[in-house]
């Protein structure tokens, strides 16, 4: 009987003992990748850049003009060239920003010491004299092997004058403007793709109502004729974040003929507009928020693109999001109109997340433009007269060109969440791609400042025989390089991880991005 007895306890221990087990067991931090089973193309224009006529981002940043000591290339900087080109960067959209919709492509063109000055009202009332116009722009273009992205004007132009910039660029034969471009010195036209058709013209770009954009998108985009073999892309001026109105109107009002893509803009800005909050001085919390509001890309490429659906099942219509990245308050003593801004560990965070969200949803998102290149805003770039750095949000554009113009591979992730106070997000986010070559690679963020996580990457419908790493992380969430000590944030090789069959063990450091070559 007492053995009986005995037995009973020991069983109800043990029963006890599992369901205990089973509720407070930490989560699984998992990813499930069937290799073999590839999806859309992660369009290389999703890497894509953006330089307005903007603080330094041109002036300063990219341009010096032909008879400066800092070394160029008919004006333009030799050593952002030679740092661009190493992201292979694939477009860069210009003039604008609300520049584009008061900028006057004519004022730009000719004899420099003649062209016009003006006044640049959105950026700091400083006077542009409009010494880098179209002819700079496309040589920059040239320069870095890249597409121009060009944005016309629709707040304060006219369709005769868009049109004409079209046929100025892109026309063979013999008409005014292509006879012009020769007089200026350029006999053969140049080839661009990539069109705007107004920038933010809910805001910046003219106060106007979604339906009335929609009507005056119809207009200008006729005359955005192709010429020859120049095939324009055609991007309408999208939504801001959750204007899901906007986006249903152009969708339901625009012929798809004329309308090859939608923009969308969506800024991190981790307090308030009014207060946005320092680049380098943050706490916990506002990194967490930081992140969470990044994190609400994935909802608004998700909700635009069923709004989308409905319209274009066919996906004719690229996602353009050609306005992301982070928004601070700029650094102290410098013009509040340049939007000058340090950036750290945590922008690197930020932009590994986006581009895995875009690379995610690269069914419809064919299109991505960081605001902005060079000392604008989430750059890649500072310079400081002839000194340059490269930011952290460099390295992973440089560490992601892998993903350019591969296959993506859907991936199946589970993992355990990132807390601070009652809040939760998930610690860690990923994206996954075969590239020509037939090599995968898995891009890994680890959000979580405190904590290592252990991951496990099951692989399947290959084998497994190599895994290289690269990864970007520091000591501090704030990190950041500096003209005193240009490489305090740079990418190391990354080895903290074990293969054991076709399952891949990896110690995700805390903060980290990593990026896995897996063969
Ligand atoms: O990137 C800075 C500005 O942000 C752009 O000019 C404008 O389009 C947006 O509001």
Same mark, same amino acid.
């Given at each position: 009987?007492?053995?009986?007895?005995?037995?009973?306890?020991?069983?109800?221990?043990?029963?006890?003992?599992?369901?205990?087990?089973?509720?407070?067991?930490?989560?699984?931090? &998992?990813?499930?990748?069937?290799?073999?089973?590839?999806?859309?193309?992660?369009?290389?224009?999703?890497?894509?850049?953006?330089?307005?006529?903007?603080?330094?981002?041109?002036?300063?940043?990219?341009? *010096?003009?032909?008879?400066? !000591?800092?070394?160029?290339?008919?004006?333009?900087?030799?050593?952002?060239?030679?740092?661009?080109?190493?992201?292979?960067?694939?477009?860069?959209?210009?003039?604008?920003?609300?520049?584009?919709?008061?900028?006057?492509?004519?004022?730009?063109?000719?004899?420099?010491?003649?062209?016009?000055?003006?006044?640049?009202?959105?950026?700091?009332?400083?006077?542009?004299?409009?010494?880098?116009?179209?002819?700079?722009?496309?040589?920059?273009?040239?320069?870095?092997?890249?597409? !121009?992205?060009?944005?016309?004007?629709?707040?304060?132009?006219? *369709?005769?004058?868009?049109?004409?910039?079209?046929?100025?660029?892109?026309?063979?034969?013999?008409?005014?403007?292509?006879?012009? &471009? &020769?007089?200026?010195?350029?006999? =053969?036209?140049?080839?661009?793709?990539?069109?705007?058709?107004?920038?933010?013209?809910?805001?910046?770009?003219?106060?106007?109502?979604?339906?009335?954009?929609?009507? $005056?998108? #119809? #207009?200008?985009?006729?005359?955005?004729?192709?010429?020859?073999?120049?095939?324009?892309?055609?991007?309408?001026?999208?939504?801001?974040?959750?204007?899901?109105?906007?986006?249903?109107?152009?969708?339901?009002?625009?012929?798809? &003929?004329?309308? $090859?893509?939608?923009?969308?803009?969506?800024?991190?800005?981790?307090?308030?507009?009014?207060?946005?909050?320092?680049?380098?001085?943050?706490?916990?919390?506002?990194?967490?928020?930081?992140?969470?509001?990044?994190?609400?890309?994935?909802?608004?490429?998700?909700?635009?693109?069923?709004?989308?659906?409905?319209?274009?099942?066919?996906?004719? *219509?690229?996602?353009?999001?050609?306005?992301?990245?982070?928004?601070?308050?700029?650094?102290?003593?410098?013009?509040?109109?340049?939007?000058?801004?340090?950036?750290?560990?945590?922008?690197?965070?930020?932009?590994?997340?986006?581009?895995?969200?875009?690379?995610?949803?690269?069914? #419809?998102?064919?299109?991505?433009?960081?605001?902005?290149?060079?000392?604008?805003?989430?750059?890649?770039?500072?310079?400081?007269?002839?000194?340059?750095?490269?930011? !952290?949000?460099?390295?992973?554009?440089?560490?992601?060109?892998?993903?350019?113009?591969?296959?993506?591979?859907?991936?199946?992730?589970?993992?355990?969440?990132?807390?601070?106070?009652?809040?939760?997000?998930?610690?860690?986010?990923?994206?996954?791609?075969?590239?020509?070559?037939?090599?995968?690679?898995?891009?890994?963020?680890?959000?979580?400042?405190?904590?290592?996580?252990?991951?496990?990457?099951?692989?399947?419908?290959?084998?497994?025989?190599?895994?290289?790493?690269?990864?970007?992380?520091?000591?501090?969430?704030?990190?950041?390089?500096?003209?005193?000590?240009?490489?305090?944030?740079?990418?190391?090789?990354? =080895?903290?991880?074990?293969?054991?069959?076709?399952?891949?063990?990896?110690?995700? !450091?805390?903060?980290?991005? *990593?990026?896995?070559?897996?063969?």
């Amino acid at each position: 009987m007492k053995s009986v007895l005995k037995f009973i306890l020991i069983l109800s221990a043990l029963a006890l003992g599992f369901t205990f087990l089973f509720m407070f067991k930490a989560p699984e931090n &998992r990813i499930i990748l069937n290799a073999d089973q590839t999806a859309d193309t992660i369009s290389r224009h999703i890497y894509g850049h953006f330089s307005e006529h903007l603080g330094h981002c041109i002036y300063g940043g990219i341009w *010096v003009g032909e008879n400066s !000591p800092i070394p160029n290339t008919r004006g333009i900087r030799n050593d952002v060239v030679a740092a661009l080109k190493r992201l292979n960067i694939p477009n860069l959209r210009w003039p604008g920003g609300c520049f584009a919709d008061e900028y006057h492509w004519m004022d730009g063109i000719g004899p420099r010491e003649q062209r016009p000055k003006m006044v640049n009202t959105h950026w700091g009332g400083v006077i542009e004299d409009n010494s880098f116009g179209t002819h700079e722009f496309l040589d920059l273009c040239e320069q870095l092997g890249t597409e !121009p992205y060009i944005c016309g004007n629709v707040g304060s132009g006219t *369709v005769e004058e868009m049109s004409k910039w079209v046929e100025y660029i892109t026309f063979d034969g013999e008409s005014p403007m292509a006879n012009l &471009r &020769r007089k200026n010195g350029r006999d =053969k036209p140049w080839k661009v793709k990539f069109w705007g058709v107004g920038n933010e013209n809910w805001g910046c770009g003219g106060h106007m109502t979604a339906e009335f954009y929609s009507d $005056q998108f #119809r #207009r200008y985009a006729t005359y955005c004729r192709n010429y020859g073999d120049n095939k324009l892309f055609r991007i309408a001026g999208g939504p801001s974040s959750r204007d899901y109105h906007w986006m249903r109107t152009l969708m339901e009002k625009v012929p798809y &003929r004329i309308m $090859q893509g939608v923009s969308l803009h969506y800024y991190t800005v981790p307090k308030t507009w009014g207060d946005k909050g320092s680049a380098t001085e943050f706490n916990e919390s506002e990194y967490f928020t930081t992140i969470q509001k990044t994190l609400f890309m994935d909802e608004l490429v998700t909700q635009h693109a069923k709004i989308m659906d409905q319209f274009d099942p066919k996906k004719q *219509v690229g996602l353009v999001v050609d306005e992301w990245g982070t928004w601070y308050n700029v650094e102290p003593g410098t013009n509040p109109g340049f939007l000058y801004q340090q950036n750290t560990l945590r922008d690197a965070l930020v932009a590994a997340i986006n581009l895995n969200i875009f690379n995610n949803h690269c069914d #419809r998102v064919k299109m991505a433009n960081i605001a902005q290149t060079v000392n604008v805003l989430q750059a890649m770039i500072l310079t400081k007269d002839e000194k340059m750095i490269l930011t !952290p949000s460099f390295y992973v554009f440089e560490m992601y060109k892998v993903h350019h113009d591969a296959a993506l591979i859907p991936l199946n992730l589970s993992c355990e969440d990132y807390v601070v106070e009652d809040k939760k997000i998930p610690a860690l986010n990923a994206s996954a791609s075969k590239d020509k070559n037939g090599v995968t690679h898995i891009t890994i963020t680890n959000i979580n400042p405190n904590k290592q996580i252990d991951l496990t990457i099951d692989i399947r419908g290959m084998k497994v025989t190599s895994v290289n790493g690269k990864i970007l992380t520091a000591k501090e969430l704030n990190a950041h390089n500096t003209f005193e000590n240009p490489e305090a944030v740079k990418t190391q090789d990354f =080895k903290d991880f074990k293969l054991s069959g076709n399952t891949l063990f990896v110690k995700m !450091p805390a903060k980290s991005v *990593v990026m896995l070559k897996v063969k």
